[in-house]
Nanobody, 126 residues
C-alpha cells in the first residue's frame, strides 16, 4: 500500500495563490505518475494536472493551464501543485493520486489511479 498525505489548501481571495503538497510513503514502485484532481459541490471529480515522477510529460486541464504548475521534489517524495491567479471556479476539494507505471502523457481518468489522498479544501472568494 501507498499512503498519500496532503497538506496546503485554505481560503484565498480571487487572484491569490496557494500551494498544495502531497507526500508519498510506503510501497516503492519502479516508476509511477502522480496527479491532482478536484471535485466541486454537485460536480464529478475532474482532472487538474499530472506528472511522471522521474520526469517526462506533464499534463494540465485547459481550465488551469498557464495558472497552475505541477512539480516534484524527488528527495521528499512529494508532488506539489502551485496555484496562481486563482478564480472562484477553482473552489473544490483537491485530491492527489498515484498510479504505478510510466505513461506518456500521464492518465487523466480517475479510474487509472490506484492510490488517493484524503483531499483538501480550496476556497476562492470573489
Amino acid at each position: 500500500q501507498v499512503q498519500l498525505v496532503q497538506s496546503g489548501g485554505g481560503l484565498v481571495q480571487a487572484g491569490g495563490s496557494l500551494r498544495l503538497s502531497c507526500a508519498a510513503s510506503g510501497r516503492t514502485f519502479r516508476s509511477y505518475a502522480m496527479a491532482w484532481f478536484r471535485q466541486a459541490p454537485g460536480k464529478e471529480r475532474e482532472f487538474v494536472a499530472a506528472i511522471n515522477w522521474s520526469g517526462g510529460s506533464t499534463d494540465y486541464a485547459d481550465s488551469v493551464k498557464g495558472r497552475f504548475t505541477i512539480s516534484t521534489d524527488n528527495a521528499k517524495n512529494t508532488v506539489y501543485l502551485q496555484m496562481n491567479s486563482l478564480k472562484p471556479e477553482d473552489t473544490a476539494v483537491y485530491y492527489c493520486a498515484l498510479y504505478p507505471g510510466h505513461w506518456d502523457p500521464p492518465g487523466r481518468s480517475i479510474y487509472e489511479y490506484d492510490y488517493w489522498g484524503r483531499g483538501t479544501q480550496v476556497t476562492v472568494s470573489s
